[in-house]
């Protein structure tokens, strides 16, 4: 079946940087619009950054200018570069891929931004 594996997620103190990584398998992925959602404890899950087949990209204004969102068709593999860290970005980080009727999501991956 379809799989999103995430990576990358781990413990970093304010300031500091991360990089997600989502694989997926069993999709032909250049054709699939790529995001990243979050959701901290208590919290609703959110949309941190799109990127869609032609390469248009949103971000959550809240990231906007510390987060980079990119894709890799030949890998398979969309990537979340994440900069100047705050505590407030702590949350499970989940890769969705969405065609259509089609929609996956990966099982996540920890982001804890504490010193």
């Known amino acids: 079946q379809v799989q999103l594996v995430e990576s990358g997620g781990g413990l970093v103190q304010p300031g500091g940087s991360l990089r997600l990584f989502c694989a997926a398998s069993r999709i032909t992925f250049r054709l699939y619009t790529m995001a990243w959602f979050r959701q901290a404890t208590g919290k609703q899950r959110e949309l941190v950054a799109q990127i869609t087949t032609g390469g248009s990209i949103i971000y959550a204004d809240s990231v906007k200018g510390r987060f980079t969102i990119s894709r890799d068709n030949a890998k398979d593999t969309v990537m979340l570069q994440m900069n100047s860290l705050k505590p407030e970005d702590t949350a499970a980080y989940y890769c969705?891929?969405?065609?259509?009727?089609?929609?996956?999501w990966g099982q996540g991956t920890q982001v804890t931004v504490s010193s």
């Open positions: 969705r891929a969405v065609r259509g009727r089609d929609d996956y």
